[in-house]
C-alpha cells in the first residue's frame, strides 16, 4: 500500500505559478508511475500531467501543455507538478495519483492522495 500526500496548493493571479508536490511513503514509490488530475467545481475530474516510473516518459492533457511541467525525485519519494501561466480555469482540487505498470492518462490509478485545492483568481 502506497500512500499519497499532496501540498502546495493555494490562491494566485492569473499568470503567476505554483508548484505542487506528491510526498509518497509506503511502497517503493520509484517503480510507480505517477499522475496528476485534477478536479473543477460540478465538473468531472481530469486528467492533467503523468510520468512514467524512471521520469523518461511524460503526458499532458492538451489544456496544459506548454504551461505545467511534472517530474520525480525517486531519492525522495517525490513528484511535483509545476504550473505556470495559471488560468482562472485551472482552479481545480489537484489530486497526485500513482499505479504499477505502464503510464495512463484515464483515472485507473490505484493510489490516490486527498488532494490540494488551486485557486486562479482573475
Known amino acids: 500500500q502506497a500512500q499519497l500526500v499532496e501540498s502546495g496548493g493555494g490562491l494566485v493571479q492569473a499568470g503567476g505559478s505554483l508548484r505542487l508536490s506528491c510526498a509518497a511513503s509506503?511502497?517503493?514509490?520509484?517503480?510507480?508511475?505517477a499522475g496528476w488530475f485534477r478536479q473543477a467545481p460540478g465538473k468531472e475530474r481530469e486528467f492533467a500531467a503523468a510520468?512514467?516510473?524512471?521520469?523518461?516518459?511524460?503526458y499532458y492533457a492538451d489544456s496544459v501543455k506548454g504551461r505545467f511541467t511534472i517530474s520525480r525525485d525517486n531519492a525522495k519519494n517525490m513528484v511535483y507538478l509545476q504550473m505556470n501561466s495559471l488560468k482562472p480555469e485551472d482552479t481545480a482540487v489537484y489530486y497526485c495519483?500513482?499505479?504499477?505498470?505502464?503510464?495512463?492518462?484515464?483515472?485507473?490509478?490505484?493510489?490516490w492522495g486527498q488532494g490540494t485545492q488551486v485557486t486562479v483568481s482573475s
Open positions: 495519483a500513482g499505479k504499477y505498470g505502464i503510464v495512463r492518462t484515464d483515472g485507473l490509478y490505484d493510489y
Open positions: 510520468i512514467s516510473w524512471s521520469g523518461s516518459i511524460t
Open positions: 509506503g511502497r517503493t514509490f520509484s517503480n510507480y508511475v
